[in-house]
Nanobody
Framework: QVQLVESGGGLVQTGGSLRLSCVASASIFSFNAMGWYRQVSGKQRELVATITSGGDRNYADSVKGRFTVSRDHAKNTMYLQMNSLKPEDTAVYYC?????????WGQGTQVTVSS
């Protein structure tokens, strides 16, 4: 069973930056794709950014130009660099890793952007 552990969330002012990390307990080469999702209480979880095994990146329109997803295979870690944060970015952010057989999720990390 692969585990994904997020870190890096916190409280930041509008316009600030945070970098989220997602460490996998197995090689991230095993994932067809990895991504970041976020969820606000009472709302559906939504895609933020994804990166495929081939390195293709996809972003939600609301974060394009502000967020960057990347990964470090040597550290089995995926990152989400978040710049120019807005109050509407406040949510619990989840790491996801997808294989041919299973969809793995982390426990989430809270990001709060104050106005």
């Amino acid at each position: 069973q692969v585990q994904l552990v997020e870190s890096g969330g916190g409280l930041v002012q509008t316009g600030g930056s945070l970098r989220l990390s997602c460490v996998a307990s197995a090689s991230i080469f095993s994932f067809n794709a990895m991504g970041w999702y976020r969820q606000v209480s009472g709302k559906q979880r939504e895609l933020v950014a994804t990166i495929t095994s081939g390195g293709d990146r996809n972003y939600a329109d609301s974060v394009k130009g502000r967020f960057t997803v990347s990964r470090d295979h040597a550290k089995n870690t995926m990152y989400l660099q978040m710049n120019s944060l807005k109050p509407e970015d406040t949510a619990v952010y989840y790491c996801n890793g997808r294989t041919n057989f299973y969809n793995y999720w982390g426990q989430g990390t809270q990001v709060t952007v104050s106005s």
